[in-house]
């Protein structure tokens, strides 16, 4: 009890001085409990919707598109509406609908702008039918009722400024028309941001699907008492196997995996940032409690000297740490609940719609923040608490402070050298490696290895590094600028941990910023040997199609000397002359193809891939199947015939695009393939006329005005876009990385502040004989930057080595140029002064404040 009292007495004795250590297990904690928040609310709320909008059973084609796939043929797969008479004939069936649904549609205004999201959710076109009232309620004007009527969801109606009577156009793969819209229908759960359009059954089957009288699915309804699984046990038994026939509760499942995949990314993603962010913050609780406790000496000797024991002072620290990691976390996990609406708010702008309304805390995430916070703290505190329980009694006769144990910081730097050592030698073996999957584990375990031997041996590291910034940054400020190096210099370690807490921040950002780069770098040199294409047609964002229509125009286009169409077949399955079957990617293309994409060879002509019935294959498939260029393959393809290909080129994969392609010719495809099946193009590139370049880019641009879902690129327009799509990609990492910085720099401003209070005799002294304030708060200002640019100098270091390395395994991939970005480095070192003279800030003006005598009045 008695050592319950005197942490609690301490704990509120010291509150001040904790304050940042308890924000800093808030911000951790609020991160990961704000992480687990959002995702759990996304869940929940697509959860309501597939489960509002899923059909008791569904029955649809064998190879039916899962929800938000991307039509790839010219017509999806369906299923005729006669057989909607058989399933209403089925046992335990209430009622039977069609359902024709497809999200490979674009949806534009009067202006041309897409009314439906470019990212994110995508826009739906489908039939109106009854069952659609079990999601949404019809709330304005009435339901499309023939070719030239359509009706769109409320929650688009509103971003978009619609309303009733207004034309859109949709654009399809069998062409595009016009409607007015007659309706406007609103959800009865949360849309999160897709765009719905419904059409009458038959324009959506005609002018959507190019499918007269068909269906993508039809949707069931039970009998009461008849249960789902009862009622597709009785489908299946009528129609047989050769359909894809799934409950409410199959379907939703379905289509959670689906979404799961991605949250699950986006989930393990952020909680690894903030992993990092409880990392750092590690490192300011250890310098916290080893402050206290080396302020604490006397007191703690004292209370040796007076009967308590090791354990009873280690406990009594130990609770201490208890009490900050409870207070701090029950603070996190109700901002937690403050950066999941954040976090909903910023995918909101990036297409994701959430309602905050239906907010889900599960019980599981405050105990897990709880846990987290309260765990990570007392770990923490663990060693300064037992550096605490081996004071002796005689300390009270001591000043404050301990020394330092130069034989365990022998034994600490010894640690760190092998632990550095080890890192290296795993970095230079990652960039030795022959496979990218060899070299990948190498370099993980290099960088973990290096990371905590510099962390291990930072306080050796202080020694050297400190008065190398020293000489260059302090020796201008005479000896105010001696005092502060002096001052960073007195105690290593402290000076070590903090820089540490700095320098993980800082090593990710210098190894993205070296690896985005360079692969922006090697992605543009590329370009320049690869592509001789002068310009790039593709879909603008995930679900939009190159339609026949846009294929036949781009051709028609004048000042263009070829034009290449491009287009993938998946599912392929390739048979070689030793029996072996493999299921592949096809990639089929005109012949002119071979001039627009100048993929390296290792035997043959790129050119004579492109012969009658005749295929390349990549070197490394060559090599697994001991394929030889003259060879005969066996290729059925899906929904097609089963043809005899000639191996006429083996390919290099030795670059950037098209890594592993097997091509072939258009022609080939059609001749074994149905042409309802031939896939939509992927891709256009088109070669202009010499001298024609600028008149053939602008009569692109002007033929495909209309339809916003499709862009055409120069080569200097595709290179800017590989830069910005990279840049947002780092700035988003950046972003996130930017919570275990700021906990970093809370860590600079309590070093400081708690140096601030264990000099306080000292500075009081230095204040007598002659120190003016403004002096003193430069010495601590200095001193502040100087650990800032220690932080700083090891982490750009570990991170310049960390992203050279990543570099050298990309460069397996065809991505072979090193850049370092040195302005960004430049700017990332600057900015750490920066940070460090704000951090002083509020130290330094405490520390002008001081009252002279008192202070040398203190203990």
Known sequence: MTVLKTSLRNFFAHKGRMALSA???????????????????????????????????????????????????????????????????????????????????????????????????????????????????????????????????????????????????????????????????????????????????????????????????????????????????????????????????????????????????????????????????????????????????????????????????????????????????????????GVAVGLMKLMGSAGLQLDTDELTVKTATPVVGLVIGIVVTVIAAYIPARRAGKISPMAALREAGTPADARSGRIRGAIGLLLTAGGAAALVMAAGADKAADGSMFLGLGVLLSLVGFIVIGPLLAGFLVRVVSAVVLRAFGPVGRMAERNALRNPRRTGATGSALMIGLALVACLSVVGSSMVAS?????????????????????????????????????????????????????????????????????????????????????????????????????????????????????????KLTVTVITSEDTAFDQGAFYLNISTLERYVPAKLIPTDVMILAAAKDGQEDAAYQALKDVLRKDPQIKVRNQADYKK?????????????????????????????????????????????????????RQLRRMIRLESVVIALFGALLGLGLGLAWGATAQKLLALEGLKVLEIPWPTIGKVFLGSAVVGLIAA???????????????????
């Open 523 to 643: 992605a543009s040199d590329e370009l320049d040997k690869s592509v001789g294409a002068d310009f790039i047609i593709q879909p603008a964002h995930e679900g939009a199609t190159i339609t026949p229509k846009i294929e036949k125009a781009v051709h028609r286009v004048r000042g263009l000397d070829h034009v290449s169409d491009s287009k993938e077949i998946p599912d392929a399955r390739i048979t070689t002359a030793d029996g072996k079957t493999v299921t592949q990617e096809l990639s089929a293309a005109d012949p002119t193809y071979a001039e627009d994409l100048r993929t390296p060879v290792v035997e043959g002509k790129l050119v004579d891939a492109y012969d009658r019935d005749a295929i390349s294959v990549p070197e490394s498939f060559a090599k697994d199947h001991k394929v030889k260029k003259g060879d005969t393959l066996t290729v059925a393809f899906k929904g097609g015939k089963t043809a």
């Open 841 to 859: 800030l509020a130290p330094a003006f405490r520390a002008g404040r001081m009252n002279v005598l008192k202070a040398i009045a203190t203990d």
């Open 23 to 337: 924000i800093a297990v808030l911000l951790s904690v609020a991160f990961v409990c704000g992480t687990l928040v959002f995702t759990d609310t996304t869940n929940a709320t697509f959860d309501k919707l597939f489960a509002a909008t899923a059909p008791d059973v569904s029955v649809a084609p064998k190879n039916a598109l899962k929800g938000g796939e991307t039509q790839k043929t010219k017509t999806p797969p369906t299923l005729p509406a006669s057989q909607i008479k058989q399933l209403k004939k089925i046992k335990g069936v209430k009622s039977a609908t069609g359902e024709t649904s497809s999200s490979s549609v674009t949806v534009v205004d009067k202006d041309d702008d897409n009314v439906g999201p470019t990212s994110g959710a995508p826009t739906i076109v489908s039939n109106w039918d009854e069952d659609e009232l079990r999601a949404v309620e019809l709330t304005s004007g009435h339901s499309p009722r023939g070719p030239t009527e359509l009706m769109i969801d409320a929650d688009t109606a509103d971003r978009k400024k619609l309303k009733i009577g207004d034309e859109l156009r949709v654009i399809a793969i069998p062409g595009d028309f016009r409607a007015k819209i007659v309706g406007i229908a609103t959800f009865q759960v949360t849309n999160p941001g897709s765009t719905i359009v419904w059409l009458d059954d038959a324009t959506a089957q005609q002018r959507v699907l190019g499918v007269p009288n068909g269906y993508t699915s039809f949707a069931l309804t039970a009998q009461p008492g008849v249960s789902n699984d009862e009622l597709k046990k009785n489908v299946i038994a009528e129609l047989g196997t050769g359909f894809k026939v799934q409950t409410k509760a199959e379907t939703t499942e379905e289509n959670r995996e689906d979404l799961g995949e991605f949250l699950d990314v986006m989930k393990y993603a952020m909680l690894g940032f903030a992993g990092i962010a409880v990392l750092v913050g590690i490192f300011l609780i250890v310098n916290t409690f080893s402050m206290l406790v080396a302020q604490r000496t006397r007191e703690i000797g004292l209370m040796r000297a007076i009967g308590a024991s090791r354990k009873q002072i280690n406990r009594s620290v130990l609770i201490e740490a208890l009490l900050l990691g409870v207070v701090g976390s029950v603070l996190g996990v109700l901002g937690g609940i």
């Open 721 to 773: 876009l590989m830069e910005d799509q990279i840049g947002q990609l780092l700035n988003m990492v950046y972003g996130l990385l930017a919570l275990a910085i700021i906990v970093a720099v809370l860590g600079v401003v309590n070093t400081l502040a708690l140096s601030v209070v264990e000099r306080t005799r000292e500075i009081g002294l230095m204040r007598a004989i002659g120190l003016s304030r």
